[in-house]
C-alpha cells in the first residue's frame, strides 16, 4: 500500500488526487493532508481519509511544511499553489520521499536546488503537469535515451491569433475565457499570455536535463497531443488524450503501473483533425522573457515567477491593463541581479524583493 502527504489538498490537483485513492482504497493511503486555508471543505477531508497527520497552512505554517517530512510518507504529491510549494518540495527531498510534482514553482524558483537534492536522495521527481508527464511517458518513463528534441505543445490561450498591440483593453473575464482547459485564474491568464509556457520549458529543462537548443514549443489549439519527442533516427512519439488532468494525477500515483480510469477515450470512428501551428514570439513577449530568463538561469526565474504573480492579480483586480503584465515583470528583472541559486532562505529573499519591486511599479502606474 502507497502511504500519501498530500500537500493542497482542496485545489482541483488536490481533489482528483483524492477521488483516486477514494475509488483505490486498496492501494492507497492518506497519512497527511494540508490546505492552504481553512474550509469546510478540509474538514470534509479530514472526517473522509482519517490522516494522521493535517494541518492548515494559513493557521501553522511550520505545522503544515512538517507535513512534507511525515515519517509515514512513502509519497509526497505537492499541489500547493505559488511559491510556498517550493519549500514543501525541499523538506519533502531532505525527508528522502519520492515526490509527485504539480506545484510549477518548484522547478522554476529552485530547480537547480531540488535536482541536487532529489540526486542525493536518490529519490525521483515524478512529473504531474499534463505536458511533462507526456514527456516523461513518451521517454519511457524518464529513460531518456538518445532523444533530439523536447516538443511542448500549447494550446495559444484565450487569445490565440490576435497580435500582442490589440490586446491593451481586453478584460479578466475574457483572459480567463481558456479554449479548451478548466484552471485556476492565475494558470489562465499565464495561459493567456503564454507565460505559462515559458515556465514548462524551464520544468523540462530541468526535468529532462535537455539544454534550452532541444526545447520546442508549438501550437496545437485542440489540447489532445500534450507533447511529442524526436529522437535521433527522425522518430516522434506522441502521448495523446482528452484535455484532462486526471491521467497525469493517476498515473503519478501508480507509477510504474497504469489503472483503468474513467477518462473517456479518443473516438477514432468520429473523424477530427489536429493542427500544429508555430508558435509567433512576438504574439506573447512574456513567452521570450522567460525563455531569457531561463537561459540566464540562477536567481532570475525565481524573480519573474514572483513578479508575474503579482501583475496577474493586478490585471484581475482591474488595477493594470493585460499589456502591462509585461511592463511590470520585464521591469523587476531588468533591475534584479543575477546570482547563483544555493539555498531556499537566498530564494525567499528574492521573492519578496521581487513581489515589494513589482507592487510599487503598479502603484506608480494607477
Not at 502507497?2 to 492518506?30: C, Y
Not at 497527511?32 to 474538514?43: H, I, M, N, Q, R
Not at 509519497?75 to 525541499?90: D, R
Request: aromatic fraction near 8%.
Amino acid at each position: 500500500m502507497k502511504k500519501i502527504a498530500l500537500i493542497g489538498s482542496t485545489g482541483s490537483i488536490g481533489r482528483q488526487v483524492l477521488e483516486v485513492v477514494r475509488g483505490r482504497r486498496d492501494l492507497f493511503k492518506i497519512v497527511a493532508l494540508v490546505a492552504g486555508s481553512p474550509s469546510e471543505d478540509f474538514k470534509r477531508q479530514v472526517r473522509e481519509f482519517k490522516p494522521e497527520y493535517s494541518a492548515v497552512a494559513a493557521e501553522n505554517a511550520e505545522a503544515a511544511l512538517k507535513a512534507a517530512e511525515i515519517e509515514s510518507a512513502d509519497l509526497v504529491f505537492n499541489a500547493a499553489t505559488g511559491f510556498a510549494g517550493l519549500e514543501y518540495s525541499v523538506r519533502a527531498l531532505k525527508a528522502g520521499k519520492f515526490l509527485a510534482l504539480a506545484n510549477k514553482e518548484t522547478l522554476v524558483c529552485g530547480g537547480e536546488l531540488v535536482t541536487r537534492l532529489a540526486k542525493s536522495a536518490g529519490k525521483e521527481i515524478i512529473p504531474v503537469d499534463s505536458e511533462h508527464s507526456a514527456i516523461w511517458q513518451c521517454l519511457n518513463f524518464g529513460k531518456r535515451g538518445d532523444f533530439k528534441k523536447l516538443i511542448i505543445t500549447a494550446s495559444g490561450g484565450a487569445f490565440r491569433g490576435r497580435k500582442w498591440e490589440d490586446l491593451k483593453n481586453v478584460t479578466p473575464g475574457e483572459a480567463l475565457n481558456h479554449p479548451t482547459w478548466k484552471m485556476g485564474k492565475k494558470i489562465t491568464v499565464d495561459s493567456a499570455t503564454l507565460l505559462n509556457k515559458g515556465y514548462e520549458v524551464i520544468e523540462a529543462h530541468v526535468l529532462f536535463g535537455a539544454p534550452y537548443s532541444k526545447i520546442e514549443t508549438v501550437i496545437q489549439p485542440q489540447s489532445i497531443v500534450h507533447s511529442l519527442v524526436e529522437f535521433k533516427d527522425g522518430a516522434i512519439i506522441a502521448q495523446m488524450g482528452t484535455p484532462t488532468m486526471e491521467v497525469p494525477v493517476r498515473l503519478a500515483l501508480t507509477y510504474p503501473d497504469r489503472l483503468p480510469s474513467a477518462v473517456k477515450p479518443l473516438n477514432f470512428k468520429n473523424a477530427f483533425s489536429l493542427e500544429f501551428e508555430p508558435l509567433k514570439a512576438k504574439n506573447y513577449p512574456l513567452f521570450a522573457l522567460a525563455l531569457d530568463a531561463a537561459k540566464e538561469g540562477g536567481t532570475l526565474p525565481c524573480a519573474l515567477n514572483a513578479a508575474d504573480e503579482v501583475a496577474v492579480k493586478a490585471f484581475l483586480d482591474g488595477k493594470i491593463s493585460f499589456t502591462e503584465i509585461f511592463s511590470v515583470v520585464d521591469s523587476v528583472l531588468a533591475v534584479t541581479p543575477r546570482d547563483e541559486a544555493v539555498s531556499f532562505k537566498q530564494l525567499a529573499e528574492v521573492d519578496r524583493a521581487a513581489r515589494w519591486r513589482a507592487q510599487k511599479l503598479i502603484f506608480k502606474m494607477r
